[in-house]
Every structure is written in C-alpha cells, then in structure tokens.
C-alpha cells in the first residue's frame, strides 16, 4: 500500500462547480498535512496546511479525518485558474526530522 | 530574494556521463532536499540533509550521491548516468526540524538521458 493515495483523476468541471478530492494516508503516526498545488511543468507550492479541525482559505477547504486516516479538499466556485494538479502531502517525522511524503497528485481541468 | 534556484534547467546526457545539479538557497534554510518526479508518480526523495555538512538517504537513492559544502547550497552527482534517471528533479528547502514543514521548491531541472 502507497504511503499516500490520491484518486489521479482527471476532473473536468466546469466553471463554478464544487470539486472535492480526497487522499489516504497509511502511517497513523503522521502529524502534519497539506495540499500542494503544481502547475504543468512548474514545481509544487504549498496551498493550504490542513487542520484538526479543519480550515477554511476563501473557496479552499481542508478536511482532516485522522480516524480514517482520510484528507480531503473542496473547492468552490472553481476558476479557469483552478486548473492543476493538487498533491496530498503528509509529513512523517523520523529521526532526522520531517520529511514530506507526497501522493502522485489529482488533476483538475476547470473548463468554460 | 531569489528563494530556491536551479541550475541547468535543462540538461541531455548520454548514458555513462556524469553531471552535477546545483541548487542554492537564500532563505537560511536548514533542511534541503532533492526530489524526482516522474509521469503517474509522486515526488520521491532522494538525498536530503539536515544541515551544512550533513547528509542522508531518501527513497531512491542509488545512483545518486549530494555534498552540502554551504549551508545555502546543495549539489545532486550522477556519477554514471542511466536512461531511468530521466526525470524531473526538484531541489526544495526548509526551516529545520519542526512539525509545520513548508517547503520551498525551485523550478527544477529537466533531465534526458539516451
């Protein structure tokens, strides 16, 4: 079983739908999440970190469920600009420190 | 600031040649990182280290070897280039040891190797 487990998609939504995408994780010892985004060709960038008890960025909201072991994020209203791949990202702490484990990413395809 | 930078951005080798990628930081960093990323895959590690002077094994870390000389620097070595190191590598820093770990990417470097 991966470490991280995103469904790749792709999603093709149109503009102003609610998209959600949701992520596994296997190590129940993980402490931290996120949700990268990572335009064609460009390197990641950090999205939004992912809270206990959930959090909210505008249109972006992140949902954690560490019962589950379950991540999820929803965007609403998307824009054109929406349109990348969202990585799931855990962080597992080992003796060096963190380390970050990605997920291969699920690609959204906001159309007109 | 320049943030993480890489250099070349792209590069072809032909198997057997050797080349080193270089990434510098200008953040302070303490953790550096070097990543692969290849179609339908996550980003992998594959060297990083936790301050100047030290490094460490990542997932995939066969033919590949790092040196962090400087703080603000960290260089990827392949030795002997294999065509299944074509991919896409990503260098990324950030602040040390804490459970709220950012990181910070450079645009990374395109490698093909025939």
């Known amino acids: 079983r991966k470490e991280v487990e995103q469904d790749p998609g792709p999603f093709n939504v149109p503009e102003g739908a609610t998209v959600a995408f949701n992520c596994t994780y296997s190590?129940?010892?993980?402490?931290?999440f996120f949700w990268y985004r990572q335009d064609c060709r460009k390197e990641p960038k950090l999205l939004m970190s992912?809270?206990?008890s959930g959090n909210e960025d505008g249109r972006f909201t992140a949902q954690l469920n560490r019962a589950s072991q379950y991540i999820s994020l929803l965007i609403r209203d998307s824009k054109l600009s929406d349109s990348a791949t969202y990585l799931c990202?855990?962080?597992?702490?080992?003796?060096?420190?963190?380390?970050?484990?990605f997920g291969q990413g699920t690609e959204l395809s906001v159309k007109p | 600031n320049a943030g993480v930078t890489q250099t070349p951005k792209f590069r072809v080798l032909k198997t057997g040649q050797s080349m080193t990628l270089l990434c510098a930081q200008d953040?302070?960093?303490?953790?550096m990182y070097w990543y692969r990323q290849d179609p339908g895959m996550g980003l992998r590690l594959i060297h990083y280290?936790?301050?100047?002077?030290?490094?460490a094994k990542g997932e995939v870390p066969d033919g590949y070897n790092v040196s962090r000389l400087k703080k603000q620097n960290f260089l990827l070595g392949l030795e002997s280039a294999a065509p299944s190191q074509t991919s896409v590598y990503f260098c990324?820093?950030?602040?040390?040891?804490?459970?709220?770990?950012?990181?910070?990417f450079g645009p990374g470097t395109r490698l093909t190797v025939l």
């Open positions: 190590n129940s010892a993980s402490q931290s």
């Open positions: 990324a820093s950030s602040y040390a040891r804490e459970v709220y770990n950012e990181q910070f």
């Open positions: 953040m302070n960093h303490e953790y």
């Open positions: 990202v855990v962080n597992a702490i080992y003796n060096q420190g963190g380390k970050l484990i």
């Open positions: 280290s936790v301050g100047e002077g030290t490094t």
């Open positions: 992912v809270y206990s």
